[in-house]
């Protein structure tokens, strides 16, 4: 099966069909199978508290009303959207850097990305679907009604709609040589492979078509997500009411931790497709390295943001700012903080020493991936809750809030989601673009 | 176009809590959700403590915050300055809730017919059914269930149904009869006075300008309708005493 | 069974309406609307009406207007008419709706069915059979001695007329809640200047009040239940600059509105107070006009403490005391203190080779050593804020001024003193005499501006009384009543058990047998838990008036008759703030729920059956006469009556046309302003109705006398002193470990143990906890929120007591006390449950905690642990 055994076809160049699908597509290993089963059986237990939920009311969450009720409207389910949307940042950031920098480097991961995007959108959008009692009478009336002044109204559209949107033409776009690749094996996909290559046949001409297309939506999109992230970021900058949220430096901030989850997410990922497919020579260690130096550039920025913000928090705080701070710093909340502090820094050290060595490992770029992800996460929830429990205004007494198990099934239940969608869509069609030498 | 305000004379306030209750029972609000919410505090050190009351229902912002965060405008405000809650647009976001710097958004966390259910009493009960008709709570006032104003917008509510977000509404139902909204009519001392305050000659407006006050978190821009006179507003050393039983569902 | 399939049933269609619910959500996009549409076709067709009735919860009847929807009740607002209230409510007038719907009321007589001592097991009963087996029970014991049927009265409401008339007819005992309240004030009121009442301000007119641990935000102080004074207080404030002293060893009570906090160590007030005399003498701030002429103070003392008498004449009555002397300046020698022309207050004098001395000679003496810097040291403050009151208080009280009110000029003494429950100490009668005594060194009594007692100024029976205190040997009866223990008697129920515990030590033959208990809660509402928990066990028989299941009832009824709430008749009662005279009556605002009744149908039943209705001396006759019903609207004593005919003729009597209608529309009757001759002693048609005020309580001593002759141990009778003495409070005595005192108090949310059940008012006020200052809780290695347990210790007999709680914080309450409010502690009506305890698990009853007048006190020394 090498490129010069297969007669080429007229007037397109896609190579005959081979008897396998490349990269173990539509191939089910019993550990996949496993994979598969303990992934729905994970999202099962989410559907099931979600019911739950939908069922009682969100009294059954540890989620209540700020002020005299003591608690935390917003929590764990707001924290991981503002998470997912991050994570988001990959795939578009990626594509960005290999189609305007021609970076060719990240061409293997590029997909991966696209899918991540559009995996931790859709996630994204349920987490926040998840907080609505109502998600019907959500979608409705944001249609109906919405009111573009509201920074929440700007996050639902722009980010899922228009990104979402974006993101799926770009993943699409980018993946229709492939789906006319494949359109030509035998397989039960070739159905599924035909619709998407949609009479693409891989000329010279689509080819450039394709590359423009995809340069200028790449060139579109970056504002977007620049823009996308920022009004994450305004839900919480524009409140003058909550201490520790309002601030020049929310979206900024917002932006660059997403780049940071994104990348981090984005090698975790690639590690892992990397070792599942039969790509290794494809993913090389040069594009993690690039992935750990662009993570570490984000890094830096986004501890330098930290630094800020504690420094602001510390210089002579308002009463509730202090309270925050102290909440933050030495109080509740400092285990999370510190946590996340820790493993941001300890992420930053691994890569400056393989970037200084320029010595790269990607057990240890996996490492920092993890390392970035426990730190987003747990500066997303610092973010979302502190500022309720103890940033109130008036002399509201100190608040609590905990997580129940109905939340973290169903955030659980997301990432298990997530995790189907990504095996699945790795099981329909290469996650790895097919190479360049599979055509002319 | 009237322009409604209240004022709170901190002077008079026993922080008695009496327009908590009666906000309670004439809006037949749910357990833990306090529309009206009056703080008692302590500053200072021993000897020289003191105490202090601070009434707060929704503050009624001219520049609300809670308004513009609202993606679908369900939280709007009305002409004569009363902000309110559209229960059937509301999404329950909570948007609002975050937004308001003052914490007087209240979700409805349960279903209403379990929204009592702390309150550890059988309304439910037969003998006391055939009494109320099987309401709940048993004082509900279904006649809150109207649409109201000129903007025919159900706002008032006693259904208090699980998901959408509320708040004071300056008792809108009573406001648009004529009425003092419940919590001024009952207060005891007559530390609370409603009126229009764009007529100079109103009570209110005459109570106002009589007396120095100020505004909660004025800084922020919210503009609020409601003024506090005769006190000082909370400061960094005010800590909450006598908190009431706010937890539901535990 | 039933209940099984029910509940199967409800969790069946639960979960199908879940799955509707989540399909309409998914599937059709079902826009939930809040609106149900069944409950505004109600709203439609429901028929808006409005009912007048008074608040049934609190002591001062405030005016209520009920809004009913079909008849159902939906929200009760304040009757603006009412002086008492003026359209306003308190929050617990505005939740009683609460009550009224309450589920866990009882519904029909309850017969017990298992042993008592423990939670009650119960059968449902038909007021027929109720009523007879009370009847059964009760008969024998009337035919055998009608004072072993002992009635059991709490802090019930309205005129006490239609169950006075039932102790009457039955010839029971009757033992009040007053001893546990104030009555040692009432007591010290009445010894000294006559009036019922305990002590109160003129607020239309004063400048200066002593808050003496009056309880301002949160409940009645003297006369009211809550809201009439907090509104002429805050009046005053605002129209008179009247400034206001907390004397509390809490700030909260007065918040915001107190000029000045002195936080007084408990139990100390008595000291407190004589160095304010000693200060008020110093400074000769002193109406001598007053103490001359309306005082016992020229009154000549002897060696003996007694007065020096003018010779009985021959044709005199047996047993005429003559008329005590005083020194008249003006002629040089003695003479009756009513017709002396200027009597002497200072000095000594040689009166027959016997050296004399006027009363307020002997009052100087007394106080002498009495100094700021003597109780600076006991109650915990600095000589220098107590020289600086009494300068004010002093000053402020203006003596030699009048006012013309009403066009009567009446002495003005803008200055007064609000003490309630000061009563409730150990030396509660001799503090409250202090304080009067206060009061009086500058005239104020009866002044305007100055120290009123009742809002009208009539003498009470009791004052006369007091001028001989019966003290006769043994035996005794169970109340104590004319002991040698208690010359003085308010009736404390805790003494009862004492008693019941130990007979012989107190000289009683006979027990009770029987005990009915009507608007009265002992087991958690009294001190001490324990010693009820012993004692009613005792009884043969226990019959409970009360809407729930209450604590008492739970453990010892035999039979419990549910009583309506708000549904009922009752009054008449006062509408008076002091200023405007009127009356009101509590009409149902719907027909008593489930089988309930009211009270006064109860006892009419009730005394058909004991064979006490008719006739003479019967249940109708003692309602003619106490309510009073007179001439042709007096009840024919041979017809069962119908409770609201009885107060159409009250009305129609009272000259109301319409008679009870009346009421039906305008809720009160307005009968206009209180003439300054009625509310200033000064200016009524005798000044203070002929009463001399007792500085020197000549007769006090007298039963100190009698008691030590009859051999009552010296616990009894060390508090019977002519003056106002220090000691120390016996529960100093206890090991220092326990080194903190124990103090309780009202919220406003509560009222008493019988809102406690009303969940709306318990999310307001949250559950028991434990004041503590934050220093002690430092000291102590506690924080905010920590379970502790509170450990008493009984001075005199060693006993320690605890109960668990919470900490909570508090910066207003001095360092050495800890404070738990009252109104917890109940178990019965199931959301009673888990509030925490009742401080009165704490407290001790009997000697050292109890009064000289067999009152309560409500203090102990405690220790606290971590728990
Ligand atoms: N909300 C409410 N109102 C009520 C009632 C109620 O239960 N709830 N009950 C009604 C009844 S029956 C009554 S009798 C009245 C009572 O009315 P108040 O007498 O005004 O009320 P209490 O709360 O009993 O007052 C006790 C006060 O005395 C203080 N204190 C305790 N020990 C000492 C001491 O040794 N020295 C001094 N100086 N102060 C001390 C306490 O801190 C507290 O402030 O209220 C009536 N009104
Ligand atoms: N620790 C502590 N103890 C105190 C006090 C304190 O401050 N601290 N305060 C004291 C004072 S001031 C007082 S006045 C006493 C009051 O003591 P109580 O008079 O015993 O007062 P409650 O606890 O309200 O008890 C009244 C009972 O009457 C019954 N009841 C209620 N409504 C009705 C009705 O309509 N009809 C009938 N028949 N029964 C009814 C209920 O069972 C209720 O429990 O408590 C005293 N106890
Ligand atoms: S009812 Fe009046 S006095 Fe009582 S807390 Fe409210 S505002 Fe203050
Ligand atoms: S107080 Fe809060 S809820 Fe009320 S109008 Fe202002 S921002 Fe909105
Ligand atoms: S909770 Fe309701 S009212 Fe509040 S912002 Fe969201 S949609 Fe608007
Ligand atoms: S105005 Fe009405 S809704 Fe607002 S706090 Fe007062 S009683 Fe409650
Ligand atoms: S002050 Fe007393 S009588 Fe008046 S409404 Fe309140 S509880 Fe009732
Ligand atoms: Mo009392």
Request: net charge negative; glycine share 8%.
């Amino acid at each position: 099966m090498t490129a010069d055994t297969l007669p080429t076809t007229d007037p397109g160049s896609i190579r005959r069909p081979n008897e396998e699908l490349p990269q173990k597509i539509g191939q089910l290993s019993p550990s996949w199978i496993a994979f598969f089963i303990a992934m729905s059986v994970i999202t099962a237990v989410g559907i099931y508290a979600y019911l739950l939920q939908i069922n009682n009311g969100l009294i059954v969450t540890g989620l209540r009303g700020l002020g005299s009720m003591a608690g935390a409207t917003w929590g764990l389910y707001v924290a991981y959207y503002v998470y997912f949307i991050g994570v988001s940042f990959a795939g578009i950031t990626v594509a960005a850097l290999i189609r305007i920098f021609r970076i060719e480097k990240l061409e293997p991961v590029a997909r991966i990305g696209e899918l991540l995007t559009v995996v931790s959108l859709i996630l994204g959008a349920l987490a926040i679907m998840a907080d609505l009692e109502h998600p019907w009478r959500a979608i409705v009336n944001l249609f109906q009604y919405g009111r573009p002044q509201s920074p929440f109204f700007g996050t639902f559209t722009m980010v899922i709609a228009g990104y979402l949107f974006a993101s799926l033409v770009y993943l699409y776009v980018t993946s229709r040589r492939d789906a006319a690749i494949l359109a030509e094996h035998d397989s039960r996909f070739k159905g599924l492979y035909r619709i998407l290559a949609a009479g693409y046949t891989d000329t010279r001409e689509q080819r450039r078509t394709d590359r423009q297309v995809t340069f200028w939506l790449a060139i579109t999109i970056l504002p977007m997500l620049v823009i996308a992230h920022s009004t994450v970021g305004f839900v919480f900058g524009l409140q003058t009411g909550r201490p520790g949220w309002f601030g020049a430096l929310q979206a900024p901030g917002f932006v660059v931790l997403a780049g940071v989850s994104g990348i981090g997410n984005l090698i975790m990922l690639a590690a892992i497709v990397r070792s599942a497919t039969r790509t290794k020579g494809r993913i090389t260690l040069d594009a993690f390295a690039w992935l750990g130096k662009l993570l570490l550039g984000l890094l830096i920025t986004y501890l330098y943001f930290t630094a800020v913000e504690i420094l602001t928090i510390t210089y002579q705080p308002g009463a509730t700012e202090l309270n925050l701070s102290e909440a933050l710093l030495e109080g509740t909340y400092a285990w999370i903080f510190w946590g996340a502090i820790v493993a941001l820094v300890a992420a930053a050290a691994l890569l400056t020493w393989q970037a200084l060595t320029r010595r790269w490992s990607i057990t240890v770029v996996f490492a920092t991936g993890v390392l970035v992800n426990i730190g987003a996460v747990a500066k997303r929830y610092l973010i979302v809750v502190p500022s309720q429990t103890h940033g109130q205004l008036l002399p509201y007494s100190t608040g609590t809030y905990t997580p129940n198990w109905v939340e973290w099934a169903i955030i659980i239940g997301l990432f298990a989601l997530g995790a189907l969608m990504i095996g699945a869509f790795m099981k329909i069609f290469p996650i790895v673009p097919l190479e360049e030498t599979d055509s002319p | 176009m009237a322009k409604y305000a209240m004022a709170v004379d901190l002077s008079r306030c026993q922080g008695c809590r009496a327009c908590m209750e009666a906000c309670k029972i004439e809006n037949n609000t749910p357990q833990g959700v306090f529309w009206m919410y009056v703080f008692r505090t302590e500053s200072g050190e021993y000897p020289n403590t003191k105490v202090d009351f601070l009434p707060r229902p929704c503050q009624q912002c001219n520049n609300p915050p809670c308004v513009k965060v609202c993606p679908v405008g369900a939280r709007f405000q009305r002409d004569d300055g009363i902000v309110l809650t559209d229960y059937d647009r509301c999404i329950g976001c909570r948007y609002c809730e975050v937004a308001c710097p003052y914490g007087v958004n209240y979700y409805n966390w349960r279903k209403p017919e379990e929204a009592f259910a702390d309150y550890n009493v059988d309304y439910k009960d037969p003998d006391i059914a055939a009494a109320t008709g099987g309401l709940i709570p048993p004082y509900k006032n279904p006649a809150l269930d109207r649409l109201q104003g000129t903007e025919q917008r159900l706002t008032a509510g006693s259904a208090h149904n699980v998901g959408v977000m509320e708040k004071c509404t300056f008792c809108v139902q009573r406001v648009d009869k004529g009425l003092d909204p419940a919590c001024v009519d009952v207060c005891p001392v007559h530390a609370l006075h409603f009126g229009d305050i764009e007529d100079a000659n109103s009570p209110i407006s005459q109570y106002v300008n009589r007396q120095t006050g100020f505004k909660l978190l004025e800084e922020l821009g919210t503009d609020p309708s409601v003024f506090y006179l005769n006190g000082t507003p909370p400061g960094s050393d005010t800590r909450e005493i006598e908190r009431p039983l706010t937890e539901v569902g535990s | 069974m039933t209940e099984i399939t029910r509940r199967t049933f409800v969790k069946v269609s639960a979960a199908a309406a879940g799955t509707t619910a989540v399909a309409s959500k998914f599937l059709f996009g079902g826009l939930e609307t809040v609106q149900h549409t069944d409950s505004l076709l109600l709203a439609q067709q429901l028929q808006e009406d409005t009912v007048n009735t008074t608040c049934w919860i609190g002591k001062q009847d405030c005016g209520i207007v009920a809004t009913r929807l079909d008849g159902r009740v939906i929200k009760l607002e304040g009757l603006e008419a009412h002086p008492k209230n003026r359209g306003t409510l308190c929050p617990k007038g505005t939740a009683q709706i609460g009550a009224v719907y309450d589920p866990q009321r009882v519904k029909t007589p309850l017969i017990r069915t298992n042993a008592k001592g423990q939670t009650g097991e119960f059968r449902a009963a038909s007021w027929n059979e109720a009523l007879d087996l009370i009847a059964a029970k009760t008969k024998p014991v009337l035919e055998e001695n009608p004072k072993l049927f002992l009635w059991q009265k709490g802090r019930s409401k309205a005129k006490a007329f239609y169950d006075k008339a039932f102790v009457k007819a039955t010839g029971a005992t009757k033992l009040g809640h007053g001893a546990y309240c104030s009555d040692a004030g009432y007591r010290a009121a009445e010894y000294n200047l006559g009036p019922k009442g305990v002590i109160h301000p003129d607020f239309k007119e004063t400048r200066y009040l002593l808050s003496w641990g009056w309880n301002i935000t949160a409940a009645g102080g003297n006369k009211t239940c809550w809201i009439t004074w907090p509104q002429q207080m805050l009046d005053a404030k605002e129209k008179n600059g009247l400034k206001i002293v907390q004397i509390d060893p809490r700030l909260r009570p007065a918040g915001p509105h107190a000029d000045e906090w002195l936080p007084i160590k408990p139990a100390t007030d008595m000291a407190f107070a004589l160095a304010l005399c000693r200060e008020l003498i110093q400074l000769d701030y002193l109406d001598k006009p007053y103490l001359k002429k309306h005082t016992n103070s020229p009154y000549l003392v002897g060696p003996d403490g007694l007065f020096l008498r003018a010779d009985v004449p021959a044709d005199a009555e047996e047993g005429t005391v003559g008329k005590a002397l005083v020194f008249d300046l003006a002629t040089g020698g003695t003479a009756p203190f009513d017709e002396a022309e200027d009597p002497a207050l200072t000095g000594a004098y040689v009166i027959d080779d016997v050296t004399v001395k006027p009363s307020f000679q002997l009052f100087i003496e007394h106080v002498e050593g009495y100094t700021p810097e003597w109780a600076a040291d006991i109650c915990g403050t600095t000589a220098e804020r107590i020289r600086h009151i009494a300068e004010e208080f002093g000053r402020q009280a203006q003596i030699g001024s009048t006012k013309v009110v009403d066009g009567v000029e009446i002495p003005y003494r803008p200055v007064g003193i609000m003490a309630y429950h000061m009563a409730q100490q150990e030396l509660g009668f001799q503090a409250l005499r202090a304080m009067i005594t206060v009061a009086m060194l500058v005239g104020a009594p009866g002044a305007v501006g100055g120290q009123l007692v009742d809002f009208t100024w009539k003498i009470s029976s009791s004052y006369d009384k007091y001028e001989n205190l019966a003290v006769n040997e043994g035996p005794y009866d169970y109340t104590l009543g004319k002991s040698k223990f208690f010359p003085i008697n308010s009736g404390l129920p805790g003494m009862l058990a004492k008693v019941m515990q130990d007979p012989q030590k107190y000289e009683v033959e006979e027990l009770p047998k029987i005990v009915m208990l009507h608007y009265v809660n002992p087991i958690p509402s009294f001190a001490s838990t324990k010693d009820f928990l012993d004692t009613y066990g005792m009884f043969e028989f226990v019959s409970v008036l009360t809407p729930w299941l209450s604590e008492t009832a739970d453990y010892f009824a035999d039979v419990v008759l549910p009583t309506a709430t708000m549904e009922k008749y009752e009054g008449p009662s006062s509408a008076s703030d002091q200023y405007i005279d009127g009356k009101t009556i509590r009409l149902p605002v719907m027909d008593p729920l489930f089988e309930s009744r009211g009270e006064i149908e109860i006892y009419i039943d009730l005394c058909e059956r004991l064979g006490v209705l008719y006739g003479e001396g019967g249940y109708i006759e003692q309602v003619n006469k106490n309510l009073p019903l007179k001439d042709e609207f007096a009840l024919p004593l041979d017809k069962k009556p119908d409770v609201r005919d009885i107060f159409d003729r009250w009305s129609r009597m009272e000259g109301l046309e319409g008679g009870i209608e009346y009421f039906e529309k305008n809720g009160v009757w307005i009968k206009g302003p209180v003439p300054a001759t009625k509310r200033y002693g000064y200016a009524t048609e005798i000044p203070f109705g002929g009463a001399v005020h007792r500085l020197y309580g000549e007769s006090l001593l007298v039963a100190q006398n009698k008691q030590k002759e009859l051999g009552a141990d010296e616990v009894y009778w060390r508090d019977y002193t002519a003056l106002p003495t220090w000691r120390t409070p016996t529960m100093e005595a206890s090991p220092s470990e326990y080194d903190l005192y124990l103090l309780s108090y009202k919220l406003i949310e509560q009222k008493q143990m019988r809102t406690s059940m009303i969940p709306l008012l318990t999310e307001l006020s949250g559950k028991q906890r434990l004041d503590i200052n934050p220093e002690t809780a430092a000291s102590h290695g506690l924080k905010e929120g920590d379970d502790v347990v509170v450990e008493s210790h009984n001075a005199v007999t060693g006993e320690t007591r605890q109960v668990r709680t919470v900490v909570a914080l508090s910066s207003a309450i001095r360092p050495d006390t800890v404070g738990m409010p009252h109104h917890f502690g109940g178990w019965s009506p199931k959301n009673n449950k888990g509030l925490g305890p009742s401080s009165n698990e704490l407290y001790y009853t009997g000697e050292g905690y109890v009064t000289c007048t067999a009152d309560q006190s409500f203090h102990v020394k405690v220790r606290v642990l971590k728990g």
